[in-house]
């Protein structure tokens, strides 16, 4: 089966209006935007010979459009560029799912920057790791990054599994917040 065929003539059309809302609200300048949307289209021009076809059209778009935030991130030589940029993720994503653990280190990424952006943003997550009271810090560590059973923890903690649970909502509402002032402003 040979792989989908990209369709630059309707790029503008079907995906200039949601990129450019992608872009605005990660760099948060309308026309650094639509600067950005228009280098992610030139990009993809001159990589469709390189396209297989593994994603959809707008996700492989998307994916451009993403390493063009961050290299401006990167250029301006902030804070910005050491995780990956204002991701939002829940109802209003394509995806659904704890936008936390699905971005941390992925090992099977065929993205060519993921073990850089994936250490950065694992740095960025034990700097607010750190500023997490000591049991939120180890609970969500062990369930979270370590894998752990939820029976596991309990039994090792000496925790009810629904306080585990407590525990977890709130590290994770901390990390979040945390990210959120710390590294995507």
């Known amino acids: ?3 989908p065929e990209l369709q630059p003539e309707h790029w503008v059309d079907r995906y200039a209006d ?33 396209f297989k076809g593994q994603a959809a059209e707008r996700t ?9 935030v961050i290299d401006h991130y990167r250029k301006s030589n902030t804070k910005k560029g050491k995780a990956e940029v204002r991701m939002q993720y829940g109802s209003q994503s394509e995806g659904e799912g704890d936008w936390l653990e699905e971005n941390a280190a992925d090992p099977d990424s065929l993205r060519e920057n993921d073990a850089i952006e994936n250490a950065e943003l694992a740095m960025a997550i034990q700097e607010c790791l750190s ?3 000591d049991q939120q810090a180890r609970v969500f560590s062990m369930k979270t ?3 752990m059973s939820t029976e596991d923890i309990c039994n090792e903690l000496g925790i009810k599994p ?7 909502h709130r590290a994770r509402t901390a990390l979040m917040g945390c990210l959120n002032e710390s590294w995507f402003k």
Do not use: C
């Open 1 to 3: 089966m040979s792989a």
């Open 18 to 50: 949601y990129l450019y809302q992608y872009a605005v609200t990660r760099v948060d300048d309308p026309e650094l935007a639509r600067d950005l949307v228009q280098e992610t289209f030139v990009a993809g021009l001159q990589s469709a010979p390189n």
């Open 60 to 68: 492989w778009l998307i994916a451009i459009l993403k390493r063009k």
């Open 131 to 133: 500023h997490l009271p």
């Open 145 to 147: 990054i370590r894998g």
């Open 162 to 168: 629904s306080n585990l649970w407590v525990i977890v």
